[in-house]
């Protein structure tokens, strides 16, 4: 909720960016990256930032 403000309220170069992610699909991946967490024994944890980084680029865009 937090970032998703930050993005929405941000303008670059006079152009306004929109978050366009949801709190249901970022619970879907923490599941997943649990999973796969448990699965590798804990090596994959060392990959949950970036892929919550890659989800928060993903799903930032700008308006115009």
């Not at 949801?22 to 967490?37: E, R, V």
């Not at 699965?39 to 970036?50: D, E, H, L, P, Q």
């Amino acid at each position: 909720m937090v970032y998703g403000w930050k993005i929405n309220h941000t303008v670059i170069d006079g152009h306004r960016m929109r978050f366009s992610g949801t709190a249901i699909g970022l619970f879907g991946n923490w599941i997943k990256w649990l999973l796969l967490s448990i699965i590798t024994i804990g090596i994959y944890s060392f990959w949950v930032g970036i892929k919550l980084t890659d989800w928060k680029a993903k799903n930032t865009n700008f308006i115009n």
